[in-house]
DNA sequence: TAGAGTTTGAGAATGTGCTCACAAGCATCT
DNA sequence: AGATGCTTGTGAGCACATTCTCAAACTCTA
């Protein structure tokens, strides 16, 4: 019955709402308004309201949200209810801090499997997990029913990462290599860019300092970078 | 006399296209068609030619837009002709990985303090810099005209790093850490949340598994998650 | 039970970004 | 020089996202 689209930016939103709400929780709140919720989440409570209403009418008007059902409600809608095999393709710096990272164990994305092409790196133990011969990570993949692929490679070497992925059926990928990288169209793809973040910061502290030179000229139309004010 | 505006999403692209174009000089090639550009970089051609427009006319109609110069010229809409100093607060696992990362000095982005409040690893060396105090962040901050923060800190620490970063005089914050933090109008942030992108891979995965079980239902009308193809 | 005070949910208006489509302009060939 | 082919730059239309606004629905108090 029921036509469930999403936006694309709502669900980006999502685990932000989540993780104040868990925060809440932990401090004993139990009953939620939007405009607390949007201050917790660092936005404005008419697209908090918007947005929790495309998952259903899980408030109360005159009192707000109870914490505990949103949580559950939204969690269900990112398929957090159940736990990911996540493989992290690539292990040096970045591979290291990210199967270090106690941040996706808490919401149920295990960590089950490190691979690397360097053969002195095989063996090395980190945290309570070998890191593995890449060669072997179709085989890996499907044993262990890997579901998310985790990108650390240098550059050159993430599209064949992305293609063994694929081929060994993993359906969602999160590549943190500086390249842009081909999937097939079943297979999800995010990425992260640490460098472009910081172009984007230079671009507008450059623009401030621009502007600071024609101080007395005509007012500043465009806004600069988001601030976390609403 | 021209209204200087470019658009939020093509600041965010600029530096894709960056990318792809230092790639291209050096692999030899002097002159980019705006379709080529756009497979490199893994969006559309029509979305590069409005995005590079924003800059100005740099390109020759019937041959395309000389490498180089473009090179040049988005390097400085992006403020990359200089260097940018950065300092990185918190310095576990991520804070490590980004001392080590290769990627920000090949931008101009020079880290040049690291510090941390946990005295055991104050003196530590990484790279060629020692860990500081953070309770010297205000003066190594003013010293060494640090002008970019970076969070790497647990989200407890994050709002207080960024008050101390704020104080300090530096006026972009690039924050790591899972929280959502306040900062005066006249600083810029962003974030980069690394749970956050797996629990979006992880909607469209549970999506995709649940239109799975009502594969003779009516057609899917939203799109997935973005995949890499036009 | 009635009235005052809150807060949600959603329709409407606005704003931003994306894509299409094509005229304008350049290079090359005859 | 004129014709042909290619590629840019941009106006127009469309799609998506955000914000505004307010009736509806709830709680609390008397």
Redesign the interface.
Known sequence: MR?R??PEAT??R???Y???LVDMTERGTHTVSSESLAF???VNSAKVRKDLSYLGSYGTRGVGYDVEYLIYQISR????T?D?N?MIVGV???G???A??K??S??G?RVVALVDADERKIGEAVGDLAIEDFEDLERIAKERQV??GIIATPAPAAQEAADRLAAAGV????NFA?A???????????K?????????????????SALEGLRRGKRL??S??????P
């Open positions: 036509e689209a999403i669900v980006a999502l685990p932000l989540l993780r104040s917790a989440a660092g809608e990112l398929g957090l159940q990911w996540c040096g710096n970045l290291h801090a990210l270090n990272y941040g996706f808490a919401r994305f579901s998310i359906k969602s990928i999160l500086p842009v990288i081909q999937v097939p169209d079943d297979v999800s793809l995010r992260v860019d640490l460098s472009i973040e910081l172009q984007i910061l230079s671009f507008y502290e450059q623009r401030k139309t465009g600069a970078a988001k601030s976390t004010r």
